[in-house]
C-alpha cells in the first residue's frame, strides 16, 4: 500500500501521454503485489505493443495465474539471462514437461542464483523418480544458501528413499522455524521407531494455536502409541484423525491394525474390506485382511491377499517378522512348505526370538524326518517360549526317536503339567513310565487312555507293547500262564492297531515279537517282512540267535549294523553274539529280576534287563507329533505420511518502469492584491445601480 501510494504520487508529478506502456506495466505489477492476478494479466493485455521487457513480465504473470503452458514461451523469447531461465524452468515443471525442464536444467547458465536453480532441479528429478540425482541437487542448494525449503525437500526424498536418519538431520535442523518442519521431523521420528521423541513433538503441535497440520498429528500420535504398544490411546488417536482423511484411508487401516493387534479379526475385517471397497490398490489394507483371514484359519484366502502385497514383504525391516510367520504358516498349513521355509528363515533372521518361525522350521524338518535339526529348532524355540504344552510334547517325542527316554521323562511331565488333555504328551508320559521300568504305572496309565480314545492307534500299539514287557517280566520269573496272558493281550493290541490303521506297517514288527515268543517262527518271520526295516532286521537276528542259527542271526545284525552302525542295541547284540555268552547272560538278568520288585534303577535299559534270551529285542513305538498354531504377535505398521509437494521456487524479478521523460512545470506568478478604488459617499444608499424591471 506505501509503494502503490508513493506511486500515484510519482505518477501525477510525472506521468505524459508518452508514457502510457510503463503506467499500464506498473499497474499490472501493482495488482500483482495486492494479489489481483487476473487484473494484472488483463492490464498487461490490453498493451498493443510489447516490448521485450514488458513480454517477460506478461510471463511472469501467467504463471502467477497458472497458465504455465502461455508463460514458457515469454521466458524464452525474453533471453533476460539467468532468471528467465529459471523461470522457464519453473514453467516446463509445472505444466508437467519433466524431461524438458531437467534439459534445461542441465543446459542454461544457472551461476549466482542462491541455490533456487538447484533446487528447482532437485524438484524436477524427484518427480522424474530420480531420487539420488535429486539429493544431489538439493545438497548443492543448501551449500549455497541452506534455506528450509531446501532442507525439508531434501528431508522428503531421503524418506522416499528409507533413509530416515539422514532425513532427520534435515528436518531436525529446521523443526523450530516453522510447524511443518516440525511435523516432518516428528513423522521421521516414527520411521526410525524412536515414539517417545516423535510423541512430544506431536504433542507439542496439538498444544500450540497452529492447526493447518491437525490431522497430520493426530494420525502420527495414532502411528506412535501403536509403536508405543498402547493399543487403546493409538485406537483414540486414529478415530480423532479418521474424519480429518476423508479419501487418505490411512487412519481407518490404523484403526484396523489396532484391532487385529487385539485380534479381533472379525471387527478388522469389515474396515479393511470397506477400505477395499473404495480403493482396491490400498496395499496396507489388503495386508491386514490376510491376516485376519490368517487369524480365522481361512489360509486360502489369506493368501491370496499376501500375493496381493507381496510388495509390502520387506525382508531387511525386523518389525515386519510376523507377516512372514503368518505367510509361512498359511503356506504350511495348506501343504506347501516349498513356500513356508524361505519365509521362516527370514522371520527368524529379522528377529532371533521369533520361537513361532522356529518352531515352524521344526515342523518342516520333521515332516522331512530330519529330527536332528528339528530338534534342534525346537529347543531354540522352547528356549524362549516355555507355556506352549504341544512343542515339549512335540520336543518329548523327537527324543523317543533317538531313545532319550531319560531326558524325554522331564519334557513329557512338563507338557502334561501345561496341559493334561495332551493326548500326545500322556503318551509320550506312557512310554517313558515304560522305559523308567514303571510297568505297572504305564498300564494303568495306557488302560485309561484306550478306554477313553478307543480308536487311536498309537495308544493301542504302546499299550501293546506294554502287555509284552508284562509278559517278558511273568517269564523271567516262572510264571509261564501269567506271561501268555500278557502276551495274548498285546497281540490283541497290536491286531486292533493294525485294524484302524492298516498303513502303519511297523506294528508288524512289535506283533512278530509275540509269534517269537510263542515260538511261532514263521509267522514271526512274515511279520518281520511285512515291515522289513533295521530294527526287523535286529528281530530277525535275535529269532536265529535263539535257534542257535548264528550265522544267519550275524548276517542280519551286519546287514542292521550297515545301515545304522551307531546302533546301540546293533551293537549290544553283535557283541553278545561274537561272545557267545547269551545264554548266560539271560539267566542272569532272570535271577536279578526274580530277586527284585522291578521298580529299582532309573532309567535303565529295559530292553536288556527284561529279555528272555540276553539279546535286546526292539519294539517300535508309535507317537504323533502336533501341528502347531501361535495366536500371532501380529504387528502392521503403517507407512509414514510421505509428503508430494510441487513447490519449484521462481524468482519473480518485477521492476516498476520509470516514465521516459520528466514533466516540465512552470512556477505560479502571484497576483498583487490591490485595495478597492470605489468611492463612496456619505449618507448614500449601498445599494445604487439601475435597477431591472420586472416583467410580468
Known sequence: MALQKAYQTYDKAYYNSNDSLQKATNEALLNVLAGNYGK???????????????????G??????QNYTEAQPFFEAAQAGKWASL?????????????EGIQLGQNASHKATQGKWNYNVGL??????????????LSSAIRQNDLMAYRMLRGDVLMKQSQSKRAVADFEKVAKRHPKAQIRYANALVDLKRYTEAQHYFEQYLESDHRLFRKDALLGLGHTYYG???????????????????KNPVALCGQANVLVTKHEYERAQTIYNRILTNDSTYLSARLGRGITYYGQGKYELALQDFARASSLFDGTDRTLADIFVCRAYANYYTHNATKSMPDFETAVRLDGARYEALAGISGILIDQKNFPQAGRYLSRALNLEKSYDKMWSNYGNLLLHFDMFGKGYDVFKKAIALNPANLKAQNGWGVVLLENDRLDQAKVLFDSLVRANPNVPYLINNRGIVNAYHGNRYEQKRDPDAANAQYQLAYNDFKMAMDVAPSRKFYNVNQGNVYRFWEQYDEAKLSYKAYQDKSALNNTAVLYAGQDNFKDAKYYLETALQIDSSHHVFQFNMNLLMKGKQKEFARSLARAVASADGTEGMFSDIGIKYSRDGFVTIYLYDYEYDTLHFPGRHYLPLPVAEYEEEFFIPEYDFKLMPYSDKKKTEPKKKSPNYKSQKVRLKGSNRRSGTRCPVFR
Open 87 to 99: 523461470n522457464e524452468m519453473v514453467a516446463l515443471g509445472k505444466a508437467g514437461k519433466i524431461n
Open 228 to 246: 508405543l504398544n498402547q493399543m487403546e490411546t493409538a485406537q483414540k488417536y486414529y478415530r480423532l484423525a479418521a474424519p480429518l482423511y476423508k
Open 124 to 137: 524436477l528429478y524427484k518427480k522424474n523418480q530420480q531420487d539420488d540425482a535429486s539429493v544431489d541437487e
Open 60 to 65: 511472469l504473470i501467467h504463471l502467477l495465474n
Open 40 to 58: 494484472a494479466l488483463h492490464l498487461m493485455q490490453s498493451i498493443d505493443t510489447v516490448s521485450t521487457q514488458t513480454g517477460y513480465y506478461l
